[in-house]
């Protein structure tokens, strides 16, 4: 295998296990799942709020000619690599934290309950975001643009303190 067919296979394989998108065949993006620790909540609440969540994105590059730029984001939160970063590579990866102001909440009436210790304790939700991938190419002195964009999954785990977890009362 040469050094441009390795990329490609391991975006491939990442592919078929994570979600991806595609435009042209130009970029595709794909994304691992994110996941998220949260605490219960009380029951007459109905939406999830989520911490600040990381996601690793990998993209797959075609130039017709040289990648300029190629830039990702998922809502607020981008980052750019530029030209140096992208000579001769036909992938890329990043990681975006995202914070907590920038992803909507979750909502689920039967998750991490803090008075039903029955309800779920664990619940996938995809498109609560979307990643988006942006490849700028140049060719002499022609310039074109590729996007592509899929949407993400959050893992959501509950995490409940069991009384031995408990920190005791502080001493008044």
């Known amino acids: ?74 809502a607020d939160t981008v980052t750019t690599l530029d030209r140096d970063d992208l000579s001769e590579q036909t992938s890329a990866e990043a990681l975006l934290r995202v914070p907590a102001q920038q992803i909507a909440l979750a909502a689920s009436s039967h998750f991490c309950l803090a008075e039903d210790p029955a309800s779920a304790d664990e619940l996938t939700v995809a498109g609560l975001v979307t990643a988006h991938a942006s490849l700028r190419c140049s060719d002499e002195d022609r310039w074109s643009a590729h996007f592509a964009s899929v949407p993400l999954e959050v893992r959501l785990v509950c995490v409940r303190q069991t009384v031995e977890d408990q920190e005791p009362p502080l001493e008044r």
């Open 1 to 74: 295998m040469n050094d441009k067919q390795v990329p490609i296979l391991a975006l491939f394989i990442a592919a078929i296990a994570t979600p991806c998108a595609y435009a042209d065949g130009s970029v595709m993006v794909a994304a691992q799942q994110a996941e998220a620790i949260v605490a219960p909540r009380a029951p007459d609440l109905k939406l999830v709020n989520l911490p600040a969540l990381d996601f690793r994105l990998r993209a797959s590059l075609s130039c017709p000619g040289n990648a300029e730029s190629l830039t990702l984001s998922v």
